[in-house]
C-alpha cells in the first residue's frame, strides 16, 4: 500500500516571499507519478504541477516547482513570489504508473497543508 | 462544458435517510471517480468507472454506499440509512482515459453532507 504524508498541517508567507510545502511518500512501486494539487477555499482542487518518477529532472511550471527526491522519497513544492490567490489548501498526492497504464487509476493524497498568503 | 459539475452542493439529513448526490463528468471523458473528504484529511478514494463499467471500489464503499452510471454519462451515489459518520465532503472527478492520460483527475466542487 501507498502512503503519503505531510506534515506541516499550516503554513504562512508573505505575498512576494517563496514558500516550500513538504511531503513524503512511502512505495514499493518503481513507477509512478507525484502530484501537488491545490483546494481554495470553497473551489473545486485543481492540479498544480505533475512529476513522472522515471524522469530526473524536476518539473516546473510558472512560479511552482517541485524537489523530486526519489531515494528519500520526497517531493516538496516550492512557490516563489507568494499571491494571495495561492491561498488554498495543497494536497501532495501519487499514482502507480502501473496501475494507470492498466486502465483504471486511482490517487492516494496525504493530509494536506494550508498555505495562507498575507498581504 | 465548463468543468464537473456536482449536485446538491449541500445536503443536511437526518440519521436514516437516504440521499443520493449526481456528478457531471466533463462531457469526453471517459473515466469518472467519487472519492470522500472528512474535515483535516485528504480525500479518500471510494470508487471508479470506466465509461459505464464500475471498476473499482474502496472498502470505505459499504454496503450502504452503491454508485451507478448507467449510460456512461452522468453518475449518481447513493448512501442508504445515513449514520453521522457519513458527514463529509464527496467529491466526483473525472478524467480521460486512455489515450491523453497524464494522470490528471479535474474535480468538481463537492457535496457537502451533514447528518443530524
Known amino acids: 500500500a501507498q502512503t503519503v504524508t505531510q506534515s506541516q498541517p499550516e503554513m504562512s508567507v508573505q505575498e512576494a516571499e517563496t514558500v516550500t510545502l513538504s511531503c513524503t511518500y512511502d512505495?514499493?512501486?518503481?513507477?509512478?507519478?507525484l502530484f501537488w494539487y491545490k483546494q481554495p477555499p470553497s473551489r473545486q482542487m485543481i492540479l498544480v504541477i505533475r512529476?513522472?518518477?522515471?524522469?530526473?529532472q524536476n518539473a516546473t511550471e510558472n512560479r511552482f516547482s517541485v524537489n523530486f527526491q526519489k531515494a528519500a522519497k520526497s517531493f516538496s513544492l516550492k512557490i516563489s513570489d507568494s499571491q494571495l490567490g495561492d491561498t488554498a489548501m495543497y494536497f501532495c498526492?501519487?499514482?502507480?504508473?502501473?496501475?494507470?497504464?492498466?486502465?483504471?487509476?486511482?490517487?492516494?493524497f496525504g493530509k494536506g497543508t494550508m498555505l495562507l498568503v498575507s498581504p | 462544458d465548463t468543468g464537473v459539475s456536482q449536485n446538491p452542493r449541500h445536503k443536511i439529513t437526518k440519521r436514516g435517510q437516504n440521499v443520493t448526490f449526481r456528478c457531471d463528468p466533463i462531457?469526453?471523458?471517459?473515466?469518472l471517480y467519487w472519492y470522500r473528504q472528512t474535515l483535516g484529511q485528504g480525500p479518500e478514494f471510494l470508487t471508479y468507472?470506466?465509461?459505464?463499467?464500475?471498476?473499482?471500489k474502496s472498502r470505505l464503499l459499504s454496503d450502504r454506499f452503491s454508485a451507478e452510471r448507467p449510460k456512461g454519462s452522468f453518475s449518481t451515489l447513493e448512501i442508504q440509512r445515513t449514520e453521522q459518520g457519513d458527514s463529509a465532503m464527496y467529491l466526483c472527478?473525472?478524467?480521460?482515459?486512455?489515450?491523453?492520460?497524464?494522470?490528471?483527475?479535474?474535480f468538481g466542487e463537492g457535496s457537502r453532507l451533514t447528518v443530524l
Open positions: 498526492a501519487f499514482m502507480t504508473r502501473r496501475r494507470m497504464n492498466s486502465g483504471y487509476s486511482t490517487l492516494t
Open positions: 512505495t514499493s512501486e518503481n513507477n509512478y507519478y
Open positions: 462531457s469526453e471523458h471517459n473515466r
Open positions: 512529476q513522472e518518477a522515471y524522469k530526473q
Open positions: 472527478a473525472s478524467s480521460l482515459a486512455p489515450s491523453g492520460n497524464t494522470g490528471e483527475l479535474f
Open positions: 468507472f470506466q465509461n459505464e463499467a464500475q471498476l473499482e
